[in-house]
Nanobody, 114 residues
């Protein structure tokens, strides 16, 4: 069955970095565009960014542009989110999502706190 398993979240201070990973299985990873979303407490889930099947095109929400970078390794069936210069407002549960098939991971928590 389709599985997306996120990892790499944690507690960091403002200005620090984290790299999230999303390991995919149960489908043909390289054939699916992939995305990251996040959901802060009391807020709706929001789109963070997306990457095409071959990784050639990446798009980001304005709130993370210039600080976050999406990447993928199709040989390892893994999606990444490099997050630099983290801010308090980046605190959220982060989810990866596959387009084909439409599926979500269980999320990994990122907390930015001093």
């Amino acid at each position: 069955q389709v599985q997306l398993v996120e990892s790499g979240g944690g507690l960091v201070q403002p200005g620090e970095s984290l790299r999230l990973s999303c390991r995919a299985s149960g489908f043909t990873f390289w054939r699916s565009p992939m995305s990251w979303y996040r959901q802060a407490p009391g807020k709706e889930r929001e789109w963070v960014g997306s990457i095409t099947m071959d990784g050639g095109v990446k798009k980001y929400a304005d709130s993370v542009k210039g600080r976050f970078t999406i990447a993928r390794d199709n040989r390892r069936n893994t999606l990444y989110l490099q997050m630099n210069n983290l801010k308090f407002e980046d605190t959220a549960m982060y989810y990866c999502k596959s387009n084909t098939p439409d599926s979500w991971g269980q999320g990994t928590q990122v907390t930015v706190s001093s």
